[in-house]
């Protein structure tokens, strides 16, 4: 039966395509002493042998439409999806009219991803041959529905992981974006504070340093309305890939903190460390040489820079070293700008 399969392919797109050769064709696959059953890649039966209809005691007046076989449509599914050939045995169940079969889904390969045609060929099983060898068909029919329903089974498995994966990536990049600020890829103002926070109350179990520079760009509003608000954009993104190239550390966070104006969070680092971050930065800033028309500092860009240190204690918050870098960005900036001022945070509080 199997080297007769091509051959019915064949008839089965001719019949399926010219109206002219059904007749002859039909007469044809009447003759087959198999019954046949005809889908397209759909799954739809377009023909039905004689044979088969006396198999499955349909009658000659049934039209294709009227043709349901339930239990097959699994093994018709299967087989479309895989492309490979299945086959299945069929008994009807204790007091339902019929007799055993063995059904084989044959799929027919096309040009494109899915088959063109399906041919199910449907063979009595006899009953001498059913008596002794009963029980092994039996089981040989349930490794078969235990193959396809793991095969689903799998393919389901793996579709749920590629959706689990897909949605794992989007959360992460949600993450991602709630706390990256959009122009400069720095971590925003709402991470910073996080952070900070985190630092802060880490650092006051270890009783080490933690340090905070704020960076304020120099004279920013003049560039703003000398060249305009996207080359203002350009700049601040320039002078963030400085900040970034100056902190080293995986643990230091570069933050835009608003504005032209960047904080960088320095944990486990002393007053000491932070200077030679902050003079890291001036230095990579002076090598960037962004120009910066309007500024009266030599036209070049600069950037003033307030420092504080403290090792945190129960009696202080965060705040309060905020508060002191805030006051020594302050003093940075009427000392002239271009330049980085110092507040020692182990002052007792409130002086």
């Known amino acids: 039966m199997s080297d007769t399969l091509p051959t019915i392919a064949a008839l089965c797109g001719a019949l399926h395509q010219s109206d002219a050769l059904s007749p002859v064709l039909a007469r044809l696959l009447d003759a087959l002493p198999v019954g046949l059953l005809i889908h397209d890649g759909d799954g739809q039966l377009i023909g039905i042998n004689r044979t088969a209809r006396e198999l499955l005691a ?10 349901s076989l339930p239990w097959a449509q699994p093994l018709i599914r299967d087989a479309l999806a895989s492309g490979r050939r299945l086959s299945i045995w069929h ?6 009219p019929g007799i055993p079969l063995k059904l084989t889904a044959s799929p027919v390969p096309g ?3 899915r088959p063109d045609y399906l041919l199910l060929t449907v063979e009595k099983l ?16 349930l490794d078969l529905e235990v193959q396809l329903r793991t095969w689903a089974l799998e393919e389901e498995i793996r579709h749920r992981r590629e959706v689990e994966a897909s949605l794992q990536r989007a959360n992460a990049e949600l993450a991602r974006l709630v706390t990256v600020d959009g122009l400069t890829q720095l971590a925003n103002r709402r991470h910073f504070d ?6 802060w109350q880490r650092q006051l179990r270890t009783h080490r340093s933690l340090s905070l520079l704020m960076v304020d760009v120099d004279f920013f509003k003049r560039y703003n309305d000398r060249l305009g608000h996207q080359q203002g954009d350009r700049c601040l993104i320039a002078v963030a890939r400085v900040l970034q190239e100056a902190t080293q550390r995986p643990g230091d966070l570069v933050a835009r903190y608003g ?19 902050a003079g890291q930065l001036r230095q990579r800033l002076l090598e960037a040489n962004l120009c910066h028309p309007d500024s009266p500092l030599g036209g070049r860009l600069t950037v003033s820079i307030g420092i504080a240190s403290v090792t945190p204690c129960p009696e202080l918050g965060v705040e309060h070293l905020i508060r002191r870098a805030d006051q020594a960005l302050y003093q940075a900036k009427a000392g002239g700008r271009d330049r980085f001022m110092l507040f020692n945070t182990r002052e007792p509080a409130g002086r």
């Open 58 to 67: 349909l009658d000659a007046a049934t039209s294709l439409a009227a043709v």
């Open 126 to 141: 006899e009953e001498p041959a059913l008596l002794p060898g009963a029980q092994q068909q039996y089981f040989q029919q």
């Open 111 to 113: 040009d494109g991803p």
């Open 91 to 96: 008994r009807p169940s204790p007091g339902e």
């Open 259 to 277: 504005g032209e104006e960047f904080a960088i969070v320095l944990p486990d680092t002393a007053m000491d460390g932070a200077v030679w971050v």
């Open 194 to 199: 996080e952070v900070l926070a985190r630092e």
